[in-house]
């Protein structure tokens, strides 16, 4: 691993009142980033900070974490862990703010970067973006509401233009936010086109707080590069994550991967699921995180229907391990058809 960006990324960040004690994180991902996978994430180490899945603001105030599908956590993670949220109306988002402070998560963060449809007709997600008074008096409730670190998720907008990405960042700023994930692609683009980095440029020259680059970051070249051409104060990655869950170790040089890591960490997550998720729910996630991972593999569409036949988890593991006993192919770049 390239030493300068090793050394870049494991440069503490200074967010709000808090530090984040390395510069790579994973982006917040939907179905994505629970809690098992983020064990897997710590048992190799390397991420700075790791965001959860997103939450409903109107329900958080009075979820059970003993019962959630979303909102729950191991305790030797919080002080690294960004619980982010979704909604349009500031005094819910600001009560759901206020609970992820109660419960010592490293911060908040605000969803403003989904497109989905059944997100955007509430008026929230990405559909903040074409009304940014509300946006920011979003922001401003919750950084009123709490003391932690209070960070926004958001992307272009709705049109190609990186000019109301600058404004909006700069009312962000403004309105007390401590950091920026920004994700230079348009709202209803589902990453058919690739994302424009010099917005991250522009956005990074439009504001004095902490700004993660994020979109299409495959390898440790294009983490490099992302930085020298936008200037980022560090990198979100995604897709990329869940496909490779060591890359964080890999790419901060605490870890030179063999073959054999593929076989362990499909593994291990299966064994993580079945510590924090019941039978039937542990195996839709892993199913939906396999996608990911076939993209190493030169027959990767074979393992996932392998998989999707599986009965359980423990049908699961035997595919995995019959799959890798045949000493598959390994793809040197990810097959990107497996991450859309």
């Known amino acids: 691993m390239d030493r300068h960006l090793s050394d870049f990324l494991n440069r503490p ?9 390395a510069r790579l994180v994973l982006a917040p991902m939907t179905d994505l980033g629970h809690v098992a996978f983020r064990q897997l994430l710590s048992e190799f180490g390397g991420c700075g900070l790791m965001w959860s899945e ?12 003993s019962v959630s599908n979303c909102f729950r956590w191991r305790d030797d993670e919080t002080d690294r862990l960004v619980f982010q949220i979704v909604g349009c109306d500031p005094r819910q988002m600001a009560a ?3 609970r992820i402070q109660e419960e010592g998560f490293f911060g908040v963060d605000l969803n403003f970067g989904c497109s989905v449809q059944a997100i955007c007709r ?30 926004v998720k958001y992307r272009t ?37 690739p994302p424009r980095w010099s ?28 930085i020298d051409a936008t200037g980022c104060d560090g990198v979100a990655v995604g897709r990329m994550a869940i496909a490779r869950p060591w890359i964080f170790a890999e790419w901060t040089g605490r870890l030179n991967p063999d073959p054999e890591i593929y076989r362990r960490a499909a593994l291990r997550l299966i064994s993580i699921l079945n510590l924090h998720f019941a039978p039937a729910r542990a195996l839709v996630r892993f199913r939906r995180f396999a996608r990911y991972f076939a993209a190493n593999l030169r027959f990767g569409h074979s393992l996932c229907r392998s998989l999707a036949a599986a009965p359980d988890l423990e049908a699961a593991a035997a595919v995995v391990e019959g799959f890798f006993d045949t000493s598959p192919e390994l793809t040197t770049f990810p097959n990107p058809n497996f991450f859309h």
């Not at 997103?54 to 974490?65: G, H, Q, Y």
């Open 96 to 98: 759901a703010a206020q």
């Open 199 to 226: 917005y991250i440029a522009a956005v990074k020259q439009a504001v004095g707080i902490p700004v993660f680059g994020n979109g299409n970051v495959f390898s440790a070249a294009d983490c490099q590069r992302m």
């Open 157 to 193: 907008g709705w049109q190609n233009d990186p000019r109301p990405a600058v404004d909006l960042a700069r009312r962000f700023e403004g309105a007390g936010a401590d950091a920026l994930t920004f994700h230079p692609r348009v709202a209803p683009d589902r990453r058919t086109r």
């Open 54 to 65: 997103m939450a409903d603001a109107r329900r958080l105030p009075t979820e059970n974490p």
């Open 13 to 21: 960040l200074r967010i709000g009142g808090k530090t984040a004690a």
């Open 122 to 151: 509430k008026g929230a997600g990405a559909a903040l973006l074409r009304d940014p008074q509300q946006a920011e008096a979003v922001v401003a409730a919750v950084r009123q509401a709490v003391d932690c670190p209070v960070l």
